[in-house]
């Protein structure tokens, strides 16, 4: 599940349709643990991206 940082350093849950990653390049990529990691940066062909996103791979992916 997606989980959003708000301007107010509070996280919230979102849900499928409301966040999923746009496609880019040149991110950088670590694993946390043995199911999950971490996906930040990156460009996505019109400006460096500065965000973040982790995925579960013990959970079915929704954006699929």
Known sequence: RA????VN???SAAS??????SPRAYHRA???DANRFL???G??????????SVYD???PCPYL
């Open 16 to 21: 499928e349709t409301e966040y999923a990653p």
């Open 39 to 41: 996906i930040y940066g």
């Open 9 to 11: 350093d509070a996280w």
């Open 57 to 59: 791979l013990s959970k």
């Open 43 to 52: 460009n996505n062909g019109n400006q460096n991206l500065n965000d973040f």
């Open 30 to 32: 670590i694993t946390i």
């Open 3 to 6: 989980h959003v940082l708000t």
